[in-house]
């Protein structure tokens, strides 16, 4: 019993300490941009996006892109600089 509890004893390791404020800070940076990322991609660019498939149904191309005046079939490209 001895040598178990020597053993556990040697095994343990040192436990993290009091994390500052500017520690805690740089550990959460990350995940306030991905939070504030997933924010925009839903209230901005989701709506954006269904709002630009309709308009594209009546029009035939995207409003943030011009009409295709090549005579080529389609809608186009779905950003200005993939053409």
Known sequence: MKLVLWNRL?????????????????????????????FGLVFFMAPLNWWGKKYRIVHDHYPWAPKRHDGTRGVGPYCWFLE
């Open 10 to 38: 040697k095994q343990r390791r040192p436990q993290r300490g009091e994390a500052s404020l500017a520690d805690m800070q740089e550990f959460y940076r990350m995940e306030v941009a991905i939070v504030w990322w997933m």
